[in-house]
C-alpha cells in the first residue's frame, strides 16, 4: 500500500495521458525527487529513483537523464519496460546504468516495487570502508545483519553483473556496491525513502564516531533486542516510513509545489 497524496489538497496540473493510477505513482515519485534533492541526496543529474507502474506487467517509471532532481516532475517522468522501450512517447533518454540496474531488480525481485541508488558522501564513504557499516550507532544496529554486499565491477552498464548483483542482494533490502554506493530495494516509495534516510544517518554517524576516536560495537544480544523492539517506533496507521514521507512532502509543497504537474 502506497502513502497517499490528497488530490483535494493538493492539485497538480495532468499533463501526461495515464490512469490514475499512474497519475498517483508519478506524483509521489516526483515527491520523493525532490525530497532527495532537499535533503542533499542529489548528485548533479545523475543516480536514480524508480517504482513500478500499477497494474502494468514489467513497466517502471525513472528520471530524465539530464534534468536535476530539482527539475523532475510528475509529468516529465519516463516510463520504461524492462527491456528498455520508452512506453510514453518521452523526449527524454534514460541514464544506461540506472536502466541496467534498475531493470534487473525490478525482473527478478518481485516485491521491489520502488529502487533508489545515490551516491551521498557519507553512504559511499562507508561503502568504501573494510568492514563497512557496524553497529556502532542506533541506526547503524537498524542494518545488522540486513545489507548485503557487492565487490566494485565498474560502472553498472553490463548486463552480465546483473547475475552476481542477485546472488548477493540475496534476501537483503540493502545491497552496498563497494567503492560506489548503496541500493535500497522496497515494497513503495516510502520504504525506501525511510530506509535510506536510517542509512544515511548510520552512516554519516559512523563517520564522525570514527573521527573522534574507537567506536563501541553495539553487543550482537542487544542488536537482536533492537531488531525485536523497532516495529513499536513506526506510526499507527501508516506504512513503513509513511508518516515521514507525507511530512516531507508537506516541507516541499511549502518550497515549490512543481514537481505536482
Known amino acids: 500500500m502506497a502513502t497517499q497524496l490528497n488530490p483535494a489538497s493538493h492539485h497538480g496540473g495532468r499533463n501526461v495521458d495515464c490512469s490514475d493510477e499512474e497519475w498517483q505513482v508519478r506524483q509521489q515519485l516526483a515527491a520523493c525527487y525532490r525530497i532527495f534533492d532537499h535533503l542533499g541526496w542529489s548528485e548533479s543529474i545523475y543516480n536514480h529513483i524508480s517504482v513500478k507502474v500499477p497494474g502494468e506487467d514489467n513497466a517502471f517509471l525513472i528520471n530524465p537523464y539530464g534534468l536535476l532532481y530539482s527539475e523532475v516532475c510528475a509529468s516529465n517522468l519516463v516510463k520504461i519496460d524492462i527491456d528498455g522501450n520508452t512506453l510514453d512517447g518521452s523526449p527524454y533518454p534514460v541514464n ?28 559511499m564513504a562507508v561503502c568504501s570502508l573494510e568492514g563497512g557499516l557496524q553497529p556502532v550507532n542506533f541506526y547503524a544496529c537498524n542494518f545488522a545483519g540486513r545489507i548485503a554486499y557487492h565487490d566494485f565491477e565498474g560502472i553498472t552498464v553490463r548486463a552480465e553483473e546483473g547475475e552476481r548483483l542477485l546472488a548477493n542482494l540475496g534476501d537483503k533490502r540493502v545491497l552496498m556496491l563497494r567503492n560506489h554506493g548503496p ?11 525511510i530506509l535510506h534516510w536510517s542509512l544515511q544517518r548510520a552512516c554519516e554517524i559512523q563517520l564522525a564516531t570514527m573521527a573522534a576516536g574507537k567506536p563501541i560495537v553495539v553487543p550482537d544480544e542487544v542488536v537482536a533486542v533492537h531488531h525485536r523492539d523497532l516495529a ?15 511530512a516531507w512532502v508537506r516541507r516541499i509543497d511549502r518550497i515549490d509545489r512543481s514537481w505536482r504537474d
Open 183 to 193: 541500493v535500497i530495494l522496497g515494497r513503495s516509495l516510502p520504504e525506501v525513502f
Open 96 to 123: 544506461k546504468a540506472g536502466f541496467v540496474q534498475h531493470s534487473l531488480f525490478h525482473r527478478n525481485v518481485p516485491w521491489a516495487h520502488a529502487i533508489v541508488h545515490t551516491h551521498t558522501t557519507a553512504t
Open 232 to 246: 513499536q517506533a513506526n506510526v499507527p496507521g501508516h506504512v513503513a516510513g509513511g508518516a515521514d514521507f507525507e
